[in-house]
């Protein structure tokens, strides 16, 4: 039926349900994007960027580290250290050879078996030799 036809009440009603009902979904859309959405984490200034096209030998520095375990299935294992994990690593850059020691802050696996890092170079002597 038209809403021209409907009585005052008739009209009433399905308003007030139609309240109901938008308030029970705005209350459910609120409720799931909480659980999807993380709060913004503050922006922190990144230092520039410049290509780098050089081969790079790195080599882990650390012999032992612990780990607690999170999760497990059967195609794999997810843990956790507070541990850092130091490398060595030496590179050309600007015709010179660089050593310098990092430390692994993320890693990506790209999905064609390799993986890409992200380490944050520290002070400290690196090996002369490895």
């Given at each position: 039926?038209?809403?021209?036809?409907?009585?005052?009440?008739?009209?009433?009603?399905?308003?007030t349900d139609l309240r109901k009902?938008?308030?029970?979904?705005d209350t459910h859309r609120?409720?799931?994007?909480?659980?999807?959405?993380a709060p913004p984490k503050?922006?922190?200034?990144r230092e520039p960027r410049r290509p780098l096209k050089a081969d790079i030998e790195f080599i882990s520095a650390f012999d032992l580290i612990e780990a607690k375990?999170?999760?497990?299935?059967?195609?794999g294992i997810s843990i956790k250290t507070?541990?850092?994990l130091p490398f060595e690593m030496r590179y050309t850059l600007d015709g010179k050879t660089v050593?310098?020691?990092?430390?692994?802050?993320?890693?990506?696996h790209t999905g064609n078996g390799g993986y890409h890092f992200g380490f944050k170079f520290v002070n400290g002597d690196a090996f002369p030799y490895f």
């Open positions: 039926m038209s809403d021209s036809r409907k009585t005052k009440g008739e009209l009433i009603a399905e308003l009902r938008l308030a029970a979904l609120k409720h799931v994007g909480d659980k999807k959405k503050a922006k922190i200034p375990g999170i999760n497990i299935s059967e195609g507070s541990d850092k050593s310098r020691t990092a430390h692994l802050i993320w890693l990506k």
